[in-house]
């Protein structure tokens, strides 16, 4: 089977002529205000809507092994995986700063294997950075991948990869002694070197206090409007999914529903043999068409 090349959708206002997103870029917002924009894409298309969406910067998550692999939770997604989900987003971007995370399993046993976790990511995959979600040995990985010469994200308060041991896929810091944890955390990854953190699912209060603490950009995600950027996932935020979702997702569009009744008029019209029309069919000339029935026998 073969298809046409994927189209190129008309180029965001502003988005013509952009230079490639730089970390210094990031500080830069950050320094002067500009709200940064983020969201995660898992393959060629979602890379391109994002490339022409003008996004400051892509997250190939883990969150890829729910929304385009169809497992149960991020854990089970491997490395090589991961790897490819990224070499594909990699393809469709020009400008946005590409990040890819280290997959569960991928980067605790040791700083040697953190480090060559996140060298396959920039070497096979084109990625610009890593994320690392907070666990005990997280801010040490992050320390000996940002010396390595690889720039490094932390990812603190709801972290997937041990949502089980944090209670389960809810908000994190409602406590002050959860809050701490939370602030501990985000301090550690900025001391251990990470260019930006991500903040997710905790109270906008306790976000706001410790965003007076924090010398990098944090991207939240359901934790306020006082952090330097916002990351949605690609799939949540365009409704291809079943379900609501999070309290924090802002659906801007419900693509699904779209998409199964394309589909639904595309099975329709196959079962009427209302598809395909002439104008879907190639001709041939006549004489070529007699001369392939008398070879035919």
Do not use: W
Not at 95 to 115: H, K, M, R, Y
Not at 139 to 168: D, S
């Amino acid at each position: 089977m073969s298809t046409t090349p994927m189209p190129k959708a008309p180029a965001a206002a502003g988005a013509i002529d952009r230079l490639p997103v730089s970390l210094p870029q990031l500080a830069e917002k950050k320094r002067l205000g500009e709200p940064i924009v983020m969201v995660t894409a898992y393959d060629y298309p979602s890379a391109v809507v994002a490339e022409q969406a003008g996004v400051d910067v892509v997250l190939v998550g883990d969150s890829g092994a729910m929304t385009v692999l169809g497992y149960p939770s991020t854990v089970e997604v491997s490395l090589d995986e991961m790897v490819m989900l990224a070499r594909a987003t990699r393809r469709g971007l020009k400008t946005p700063l590409l990040v890819a995370d280290l997959p569960f399993g991928s980067f605790e046993a040791s700083n040697e294997q953190a480090i060559a976790t996140a060298q396959r990511f920039v070497k096979e995959a084109g990625a610009d950075a890593v994320k690392i979600e907070a666990m005990g040995v997280a801010a040490e990985r992050a320390r000996a991948i940002v010396a390595a010469g690889i720039p490094v994200m932390g990812h603190v308060g709801l972290t997937p990869q041990t949502a089980t041991a944090l209670g389960g896929y809810r908000a994190q810091g409602r406590t002050a002694a959860r809050a701490l944890d939370v602030a501990r955390d985000a301090l550690a990854f900025q001391e251990a070197g990470c260019f930006s953190i991500v903040f997710e699912a905790i109270p906008a209060p306790v976000a706001s206090e410790l965003m007076e603490r924090m010398e990098v950009p944090v991207i939240g995600i359901g934790a306020g409007a006082s952090t330097d950027g916002q990351v949605l996932v690609f799939h949540d935020l365009l409704g291809i999914r079943e379900g609501v979702g999070a309290r924090f997702v802002k659906r801007y569009a419900g693509l699904m529903d779209e998409m199964v009744a394309g589909v639904r008029a595309y099975a329709d019209d196959v079962r009427g043999r209302r598809y395909p029309e002439s104008d879907h069919t190639y001709s041939i000339d006549p004489g070529e068409l007699e001369r392939f029935r008398g070879e035919l026998g």
